[in-house]
């Protein structure tokens, strides 16, 4: 049986932190099976250093993610997306979230943002920690999902439930 690859996008707004990490887990997890992206309304055009320091620890590589627009993924070149993940509150409010080509599953996945945290770099660190660790919980329910089996409105209910857990 040929199992199909399924594209995944995850967006945030400056597409520097968690959204490179959601990108770099699935990649990983997903062994073949996902192709994850990800992308910002408004990037910030690095990555954040901390991101980077928390995919190492993961065992994730740094390369070659980059901070990058959504509208990369809105050309007739770009791949067809099947699922499209929000994980920050802006960019899941922005009307050109809900228009993808293909008409993706989409969902929220909401996650502070560890970017934003201000304090002592153990008090930021312990932010991207937290950040990929409710990340990388999120998409290990994503991945035990029987998803070929389970009707679209199903699966939309599930994904939603999932960004409604904690990590």
């Not at 190492?56 to 993610?65: A, D, F, R």
């Not at 990388?136 to 389970?150: D, G, K, N, V």
Request: aromatic fraction near 8%; proline fraction near 6%.
């Amino acid at each position: 049986m040929n199992t199909p690859t399924y594209n995944v996008l995850f967006l945030c707004t400056g597409n520097s932190a968690r959204s490179i990490m959601a990108e770099a887990i699935l990649n990983k997890l997903g062994e073949g099976r996902f192709r994850a992206y990800s992308a910002g309304s408004h990037p910030k055009g690095s990555v954040h250093p901390l991101a980077l320091v928390h995919m190492q620890k993961l065992g994730l590589p740094s390369e070659p993610y980059r901070s990058k627009s959504w509208e990369e993924f809105a050309t007739i070149d770009a791949p067809e997306m099947d699922f499209v993940f929000t994980l920050c509150d802006k960019a899941a409010q922005e009307a050109c979230v809900m228009v993808w080509p293909g008409d993706p599953v989409t969902a929220h996945w909401g996650v502070l943002d560890p970017a934003s945290v201000e304090g002592s770099e153990e008090e930021k660190s312990h932010a991207f920690h937290v950040a990929s660790r409710q990340i990388q919980s999120r998409i290990a329910l994503f991945l035990a999902l029987p998803i070929e089996s389970i009707d679209r409105i199903s699966l939309h209910h599930r994904l939603a439930e999932i960004g409604r857990k904690e990590g």
